[in-house]
């Protein structure tokens, strides 16, 4: 059995109470790190905390827009002087945009520019600022399989994970010459809690003249060489070996966990 031991480490995982952002959250637990959930109300993480509670891990919730600067550097200004360092950073939080094209407005793309790529860059930034002169970090970005090819029925969702690979990019290279990992995972289909697919598959179905949700989710396993979806904990077992000492030669990547739709 592969052992990732995370004990005396810190992650800040944004989008905390997302569906995805539990597969995160449980697989750093699991691993023995103490794990900042954040997300825009302390509510929308209370599925994980009653699991977190149960179990007994190492957890702490902090309510966060990261759309909002200041409070992304009190946050983790704050982490810092509680814990003494931050050691990793998982950007999970997002939202997504349902429209055509002709049907984007630029108030939509915005929003989700700001949300997707800038409040991420705030986010990092914030981190940078104490792991960069530490000379040591570990930074996952989630992106998407909408970050391999444009979507027209997604297009300011598809743009925005286009720059997260982009940033990660950008970001892997400044932060190499300090000892700081910066890679992405690109997930496939994930619908597990997830709250932004609830609104998602019924957009599909619609599109595509399927009858249901749940025919919808098995055209979607149909496209997916693997024949099955993705899981939560799917994309945390991605992050947490990113996060891990066996990823020490891995930056600047895009891992897809899509069960093989995009391959490179
Ligand atoms: N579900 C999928 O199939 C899928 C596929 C590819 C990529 N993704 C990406 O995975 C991530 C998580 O998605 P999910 O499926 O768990 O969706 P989700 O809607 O369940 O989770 C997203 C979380 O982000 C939080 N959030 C939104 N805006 C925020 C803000 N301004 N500040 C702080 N938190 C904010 C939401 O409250 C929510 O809890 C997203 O970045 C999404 O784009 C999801």
Known sequence: MIDIDFSGKNVLLTGGGGGIGAGIARRFAVAGARVHLA??????????????????YNYATHALDITDEAAVNKLVDSIVAEDGQLD?????AGIVDNNTY????????????????????????????????RGFGKIVNVAS?????????QPAYSASKFGVQSLTQSVALTAAASNINVNAICPGFVIENSGMYETTIAKMAERRGVK?????LEVLKSIVPLKRLQSPDDMGNAVVFLCSDMAANITGQALNVDGGVFMN
């Open 145 to 153: 399989i909408s970050a391999r090819k444009g979507v027209p029925y």
């Open 102 to 133: 002709m049907d984007t407005t630029a108030e939509t793309f915005e929003k989700v520019l700001a949300v997707n790529l800038v409040g991420m860059h705030k986010c990092i930034q914030a981190a940078l600022k104490h792991m960069m002169p």
């Open 88 to 92: 990793m950073l998982c950007n999970c």
């Open 212 to 216: 249901s949700n749940e025919e919808m």
């Open 39 to 56: 997300d825009l109300k302390l509510e929308m993480m209370d599925r994980i905390v009653s699991e977190f509670k149960a179990a007994g």
